[in-house]
């Protein structure tokens, strides 16, 4: 089945380390995203990317790097800098920036620091 | 800086009402708005609207956009505790500098009670 892939679905952090959290999709979408959902915030944009190698800030970038090496895959890594990581990150993807379309979500992954 | 604001944040209604949940944003080149339903983890599209006054229609659920005053509503009618979740307003603008991704608000928390 078509769709997005996010793993894990949670994942328990130490504080001072840094953590991956996966994102696959089989869509053959040219656009990822990455999103931040704290209780009562709605969702916040962290990294995108329209395109393989390349990828741009969102509005929370600080303390988040990303990586996009192939189109599947869009792995985020949760820094020891980012100062208050324990959240829920949803992955998403779309076809591709020219295209109006809706993004598709991952199931999502809670990240606590423990 | 884009900016989504939706209303109510929660709402609590019985079986079988009427409910209409507003959003209204300011956008730089607005491009089109999307409401999704969020029911635990990955929010699922409902409607996306580019055009004002054209009602989109699925089933009990319909949504309008108004781009001179700047709001949409998400109206839901006799109401079930299946309709329970968070309704989450974005919008999308077009591309500033090769920026995209969609700007939330913090949603809109609804309870159905039987």
């Known amino acids: 089945d078509g769709g997005i892939t996010q793993s894990p679905k949670y994942l328990f952090r130490k504080e001072g380390q840094n953590v991956t959290l996966s994102c696959e999709q089989n869509?053959?979408?040219?656009?990822m995203y990455w999103y931040r959902q704290d209780p009562g915030q709605g969702l916040r944009l962290i990294y995108y990317?329209?395109?393989?190698?390349?990828?741009q800030k969102g509005d929370i970038a600080e303390g988040y790097s990303v990586s996009r090496e192939k189109k599947e895959s869009f792995p985020l890594t949760v820094t020891s800098a980012q100062k208050n990581p324990t959240a829920f990150y949803l992955c998403?993807?779309?076809?591709?920036?020219?295209?109006?379309?809706?993004?598709?979500f991952g199931q999502g992954t809670r990240l606590t620091v423990v | 800086e884009d900016k989504v604001v939706q209303s109510p944040l929660s709402l609590v209604v019985h079986e079988g009402d009427t409910v209409t949940l507003n959003c209204s944003y300011e956008?730089?080149?607005?491009?089109?708005l999307l409401w999704y339903k969020q029911e635990k983890k990955a929010p699922t599209f409902l409607f996306m609207l580019?055009?004002?006054?054209i009602e989109k229609k699925s089933g009990r659920l319909s949504s309008i956009l108004d781009k001179k005053e700047l709001f949409s509503i998400l109206n839901i009618t006799a109401t079930q505790t299946g309709d329970s979740a968070i309704y989450l307003c974005?919008?999308?603008?077009?591309?500033?500098?090769?920026?995209?991704?969609?700007?939330f608000g913090k949603g809109t928390h609804l309870i159905i009670q039987p």
């Open positions: 956008v730089t080149n607005f491009r089109s």
């Open positions: 990317s329209q395109i393989v190698n390349d990828f």
């Open positions: 998403a993807s779309s076809i591709h920036e020219g295209v109006d379309t809706e993004a598709f």
């Open positions: 869509l053959n979408h040219d656009a």
């Open positions: 580019t055009s004002s006054g």
């Open positions: 974005a919008v999308r603008p077009y591309l500033r500098g090769g920026a995209d991704g969609l700007t």
